[in-house]
């Protein structure tokens, strides 16, 4: 939720901008906690027409952008410039709306980090303390392109995972909705053939001819409970139980379970590397690292790994805790990093071996995938023009 806000700061000067917040006291705490006075908070009102899913900022725009600042940084060219031409360039509605509300922030005397802070929907809390880590030590410019080469390979990889996967689910869909539609428009019109033939249908014709006359029926039935179904599946995994099991599910599935695995532990070690190398305390890096891994499995054990080093614990130790998600190279590899003080070092080179092995599984994948399809779906089609043609074949027998 939005809310237009107008405050003082410490010095006296009028600042007027916007912030995300759940509810109109969290606006309020976050405002404080930036130390400004609020004159006024008015919550925005929706745009009825606007279409939440259009407003999403991807990773590549967010890679792009961040490539753009640090290409812009590099010029020496100031903040308020920076902003202004980011937000003309940018095609993405949303990303171009929170560049000029962070233009207005930074203008109003809010650091960088602080801009970005109130924007927590488009920038992750791995985003947002490397920005504070690189201002701090004056690297901002080096940060920048880190967050950018980092990003870009995060959403290098994802779209790879994702593609493996988009192929297969389109062709099955599409040949699901044909069969579907042969099964219950065409087939049933040959019953009162074979029925005046006399001919005694097979199993298999029976079996698709009685499959065919519930989808004649009860298609639409059918389809509104397969809506109904994806519908609650889709909102009962965004609840926290739901992704708790669904993300449990996804690592125990065969050989997809391992690239899982892979792709997660490659996302953890990239992104607490960068933090390392950017200034941030191990605890605080593995905490923040946790919120980087989408899977519930993977993000509890990483917060316990924080909350263990700040009990004095070893983090190869903690990770080597639970050989179910860290596998003995990578609490290995950081034990190595600790006797060294390399963590980062050696982080980076567990996730740089890890993408590797995600992007062989992934081409590996694409490679069978296509010939597993032609053989499931010569096997479905031969078996549907099997029921068509065997009692066709004993009925012209018949004369």
Not at 55 to 71: E, G, N, Y
Not at 198 to 216: I, W, Y
Not at 365 to 375: A, K, R, V, Y
Request: glycine share 8%; with cysteine.
């Amino acid at each position: 939720m939005k809310f237009t806000y107008k405050a003082k700061t410490q010095s006296g000067d009028l600042q007027v901008g916007t912030i995300d917040a759940g509810n109109e006291q969290l606006a309020l705490d976050a405002l404080r906690r930036y130390n400004l006075i609020v004159v006024s908070l008015e919550a925005q009102k929706k745009d009825l027409l606007s279409v939440s899913f259009l407003q999403h900022v991807s990773l590549k725009d967010l890679a792009v952008m961040s490539r753009q600042f640090s290409a812009m940084m590099e010029a020496k060219i100031d903040l308020p410039t920076i902003f202004n031409t980011l937000s003309q360039q940018t095609t993405n509605g949303a990303l171009r709306e929170c560049l000029r509300e962070i233009l207005s922030d930074v203008q109003g005397g809010l650091s960088l980090s602080q801009a970005l802070g109130k924007h927590t929907d488009i920038f992750s809390e791995f985003y947002i303390n490397m920005v504070r880590s690189g201002e701090v030590g004056g690297r901002l410019e080096e940060t920048m392109a880190y967050l950018a080469d980092y990003l870009e390979g995060e959403a290098n990889l994802v779209t790879k995972v994702r593609d493996a996967f988009i192929y297969p689910v389109f062709i099955l869909v599409v040949f699901g909705i044909a069969v579907g539609l042969i099964v219950a428009m065409v087939i049933p019109s040959l019953k009162a053939v074979f029925t005046e033939g006399n001919v005694q249908l097979p199993a298999l014709t029976s079996f698709v001819l009685s499959l065919g006359d519930f989808l004649f029926q009860w298609g639409w039935l059918v389809i509104l409970s397969l809506a109904g179904l994806a519908i609650f599946f889709i909102r009962y995994i965004h609840t926290e139980e739901g992704s708790a099991i669904f993300d449990t599910i996804k690592l125990k599935i065969p050989i997809i379970g391992g690239m899982y695995r892979k792709f997660y532990i490659a996302r953890f070690a990239d992104a607490t590397s960068v933090l390392i190398r950017g200034g941030i305390p191990v605890v605080q890096a593995f905490d923040i690292s946790a919120y980087v891994v989408s899977n519930y499995p993977y993000r509890l054990a990483l917060r316990n790994v924080a909350e263990g080093v700040k009990r004095g614990e070893f983090v190869s130790e903690l990770l080597a805790s639970r050989p179910d998600l860290f596998p003995p190279l990578v609490s290995q590899m950081v034990a190595i990093g600790e006797r060294t003080g390399r963590i980062d070092d050696l982080l980076s080179r567990v996730a740089k071996f890890y993408n590797q092995e995600v992007t062989g599984i992934v081409n590996s994948l694409t490679e069978l995938i296509q010939p597993i399809l032609i053989l499931v779906l010569g096997v479905l089609v031969g078996g549907l023009m099997a029921s068509i043609l065997l009692p066709i074949y004993s009925l012209v027998k018949l004369f």
